[in-house]
């Protein structure tokens, strides 16, 4: 499992956005599969995103997490991508870097954003 945490000016919906964006293009696009949004009284925002895709290199699927939220009040959005699921063993979870490739594809998105 691959894990990546970061800190962006965005808002956690714009940050949820430009990573979809990021992973619909390319050769081999990525379905988000969950979505899941929660504000609360005060304007603060917790954004969850769920996205998945097929590797040829690992025969498997993986999947993405993003975790988007603004709740500390320093005026920044704390992003959390985690991917997994990339084996193709039951035993054995090398996933040739596909988990790895994945979250540093979303993070590369963000990048222009980050603090």
């Not at 081999?28 to 949004?37: G, R």
């Not at 996205?51 to 009040?73: C, G, K």
């Amino acid at each position: 499992m691959e894990v990546i945490e970061m800190r962006v000016t965005l808002t956690p919906s714009e940050a949820a956005e430009v990573v979809r964006d990021k992973l619909a293009g390319g050769i081999v696009s990525a379905e988000l599969l969950d979505s899941y949004n929660r504000r609360t009284a005060d304007g603060k925002e917790v954004v969850v995103r769920l996205f998945e895709r097929y590797y040829m290199r690992s025969s498997n699927r993986a999947t993405l997490t993003l975790v988007a939220d603004n709740l500390d009040s320093n005026g920044t959005t704390r992003v959390r991508l985690s991917a997994g699921g990339g084996g193709n063993s039951l035993f054995w979870r090398f996933d040739w870097g596909a988990g790895e490739s994945f979250a540093q594809e979303a993070a590369n998105a963000l990048e222009t954003y980050q603090v």
